[in-house]
């Protein structure tokens, strides 16, 4: 049987990719909401329900080096406008291991308190859940083929002091067994730098779709 999305992204949480032979793998969508290319070493997923035809012959036409062709710009707007989707950035996927114990953080589960980082995460993932701490935020909810996501947010007044750290490892500790996902535009290097900095690994970059 074919791998699905979810079997590549679970097998990658455990730190098995894809196989870098240069290759593109094709797999449809996990749900209608999410489209997308990940590239992992030299190994590319696209996952989306048009026609994987449509795909490689896409691909094929750009003469372009090979191990770039799913991330290069010119197939990635051929891809929105054929699938009617609209993409913001190309970012670094991470992931990190589940942790034990408790937080460094003091955090409270709220509601949805307003800040646009609950909002944009309400509408990119399901079974939202948000905790607050002094200073900052940290989501955690089901995003790509039902992957576990985090995103933190860090008031201006709170930077320097490593809570964005303390923050996404403590997504860790409140992850249940499972690894935690993370989406961070290239050019955040104040982000890169706190996930790193708490032990997540990037495993490839990310260009998702999604419905205008």
């Not at 994987?52 to 770039?68: F, H, I, K, Q, S």
């Not at 942790?99 to 399901?126: F, I, N, Q, T």
């Not at 900052?136 to 985090?150: I, N, Q, T």
Request: some cysteine; hydrophobic content about 45%; glycine content about 14%.
């Amino acid at each position: 049987m074919a791998e699905s999305l979810r079997d590549i992204l679970e097998a990658a949480g455990r730190g098995v990719f894809p196989v870098a032979d240069g290759g593109i793998t094709v797999v449809p969508q996990h749900g209608d909401r999410d489209a997308g290319v990940i590239a992992f070493t030299a190994h590319s997923v696209v996952f989306t329900d048009e026609e994987e035809g449509w795909v490689r012959e896409t691909l094929g036409a750009l003469r372009c080096d090979p191990l770039a062709a799913a991330m290069n710009s010119r197939f990635l707007s051929a891809f929105g406008e054929r699938a009617g989707r609209t993409n913001d950035t190309i970012d670094v996927l991470l992931t990190g291991a589940p942790l034990p114990g408790r937080p460094e953080v003091v955090l409270e589960e709220v509601g949805d308190p307003g800040h646009p980082r609950v909002v944009s995460a309400g509408r990119r993932r399901d079974g939202v859940r948000v905790w607050a701490a002094d200073g900052g935020v940290l989501v955690l909810g089901r995003g790509v083929a039902g992957r576990l996501e985090a995103a933190v947010e860090v008031a201006e007044g709170a930077r320097h002091r490593g809570l964005g750290r303390r923050l996404v490892a403590a997504a860790r500790q409140l992850a249940g067994g499972e690894p935690v996902w993370a989406q961070v535009a290239a050019g955040n290097a104040r982000g890169l730098r706190a996930f790193q900095a708490a032990d997540y690994r990037p495993v490839g970059s990310e260009a998702l779709f999604v419905r205008p």
